[in-house]
């Protein structure tokens, strides 16, 4: 079992930036994908940007492409969401999700094991 952490959302103005963390406890994410998802009021949890298990890959929707970074540290025990150039559209509940694989495919539906208990990022006009 993967405990999946969050933390970094928050109130900000549109334009400003906001970097979520995604921390497992207990252990790092050596051969995890991973990726973020969001999740606004009365619509359904979407897809938002993906790191493979190498983290030479990575995927964005097109809707943060170009604002939204993932990365992952060196130790692999965070991954990060970096979120420039927010809107209000972007105010959402984030998740991460993670998933054990064996290659460096990387998923973009919500068909990982694991995922988080969500942080609350609003970006106000």
């Known amino acids: 079992q993967v405990q999946l952490v969050e933390s970094g959302g928050g109130l900000v103005q549109a334009g400003g930036s906001l970097r979520l963390s995604c921390a497992a406890s207990?252990?790092?994410?050596?051969?995890?994908?991973i990726g973020w998802f969001r999740q606004a009021p009365g619509k359904e949890r979407v897809f938002v940007a993906a790191l493979s298990r190498s983290g030479s890959r990575t995927i964005y929707a097109d809707s943060v492409k170009g604002r939204f970074t993932i990365s992952r540290d060196n130790a692999q025990t965070t991954v990060y969401l970096q979120m420039n150039s927010l809107k209000p559209e972007d105010t959402a509940v984030y998740y991460c999700?993670?998933?054990?694989?064996?290659?460096?495919?990387?998923?973009?539906?919500?068909?990982?094991?694991?995922w988080g208990q969500g942080t609350q990022v609003t970006v106000s006009s």
């Open positions: 999700a993670a998933e054990l694989r064996y290659t460096d495919y990387v998923r973009v539906d919500l068909g990982y094991d694991y």
């Open positions: 207990g252990r790092t994410f050596s051969g995890y994908a």
